[in-house]
Nanobody, 128 residues
């Protein structure tokens, strides 16, 4: 079992930055692919970014490419999402999620049903 706890959400003006953190506990974090999804009111949960088990492969949604960066620190059992140039459309609850790694290159990384463990989410609100 893996427990995930997100933090770092908040309110920011458009153009600002936030850094989300996800602390993992339980099974060896280093063997898990990790990802961030988000869900805005009235919308389906959507993929934001993913990292393979060692951070060597990262993937991003087109809507955040060039603005968001996913990273992980195995010494702290943590994964991060650095968000810059935030837009009002980035407003959502952001969820950290993980799954046991199957290969170096991730497949179906944007499908939430392929992930096993989820955090409770952290709210990000971007005002114009």
């Amino acid at each position: 079992q893996v427990q995930l706890v997100e933090s770092g959400g908040g309110s920011v003006q458009a153009g600002g930055s936030l850094r989300l953190s996800c602390a993992a506990s339980g099974r060896p974090f280093s063997s898990y692919d990790m990802a961030w999804f988000r869900q805005a009111p009235g919308k389906e949960r959507e993929f934001v970014a993913a990292s393979n088990w060692n951070g060597g492969m990262t993937y991003y949604a087109d809507s955040v490419k060039g603005r968001f960066t996913i990273s992980r620190d195995h010494t702290k059992n943590a994964v991060y999402l650095q968000m810059s140039s935030l837009k009002p459309e980035d407003t959502a609850i952001y969820y950290c999620t993980g799954r046991a790694s199957q290969a170096y290159t991730m497949t179906h990384y944007d499908d939430p049903s392929t992930y096993t463990y989820w955090g409770q989410g952290t709210q990000v609100t971007v005002s114009s």
